[in-house]
T-cell receptor, first 112, second 112 residues
Framework: RKEVEQDPGPFNVPEGATVAFNCTYS??????FFWYRQDCRKEPKLLMS???SGNEDGRFTAQLNRASQYISLLIRDSKLSDSATYLC?????????????FGTGTRLTIIP | NAGVTQTPKFRVLKTGQSMTLLCAQD?????MYWYRQDPGMGLRLIHY???????AKGEVPDGYNVSRLKKQNFLLGLESAAPSQTSVYFC???????????FGPGTRLTVL
């Protein structure tokens, strides 16, 4: 099983719709979780951290399900500017050292 | 603050040539990383550093060397470039191994 798995998409969603992505992780001991956004031909940038109780930032909601080992990202009232690739990032361990593992990303296109 | 910068932005090499990619950060971060990103593969960690004068291997270190002589700089070297090293290279830095990583704009390298 991969450390972090995401549905690559693409998700093609009409403007104004709600869209959700999931990301599964394999290390049950992971403590830190993030969603990054990457625009075409640009660097990844932090979108939001994911907290145990779930958290919102405007139209974006992130949730963590430890029992099933997945995190989710919900985008409400989607905008054209939300078109990007969304990377799931999970903290894990490599020979006793903490590290972040990046998923391969889910590509989202918002259609006018 | 410039954040994380990378030079050069683009480079074309012939097989067997060598080059050095420079990463600089002005956030006083201890931790720095080099990733490569290929289509469908996501971000893969090449090498990382947990402080000045220290380096460690990541997931795909073969064919690359790194140095961290100054806290703010992290250099990635290719001694004898191969076509398989054609990729987009991202540098990142962070406060700790499991905290938010800040990325540079990337270097697009083509090896012919």
């Amino acid at each position: 099983r991969k450390e972090v798995e995401q549905d690559p998409g693409p998700f093609n969603v009409p403007e104004g719709a709600t869209v959700a992505f999931n990301c599964t992780y394999s290390n049950s001991a992971s403590q830190s979780f993030f969603w990054y956004r990457q625009d075409c031909r640009k660097e990844p940038k932090l979108l939001m951290s994911v907290y145990s109780s779930g958290n919102e930032d405007g139209r974006f909601t992130a949730q963590l399900n430890r029992a099933s080992q997945y995190i989710s990202l919900l985008i409400r009232d989607s905008k054209l500017s939300d078109s990007a690739t969304y990377l799931c990032v999970v903290e894990g361990e490599d020979f006793g050292n903490e590290k972040l593992t990046f998923g391969t990303g889910t590509r989202l296109t918002i259609i006018p | 603050n410039a954040g994380v910068t990378q030079t050069p932005k683009f480079r074309v090499l012939k097989t067997g040539q060598s080059m050095t990619l420079l990463c600089a950060q002005d956030m006083n971060h201890e931790y720095m990383y080099w990733y490569r990103q290929d289509p469908g593969m996501g971000l893969r960690l090449i090498h990382y550093s947990v402080g000045e004068g220290t380096t460690a291997k990541g997931e795909v270190p073969d064919g690359y060397n790194v140095s961290r002589l100054k806290k703010q700089n992290f250099l990635l070297g290719l001694e004898s470039a191969a076509p398989s090293q054609t990729s987009v290279y991202f540098c990142a830095s962070s406060y700790s191994l499991s905290s938010t990583q800040y990325f540079g704009p990337g270097t697009r390298l083509t090896v012919l």
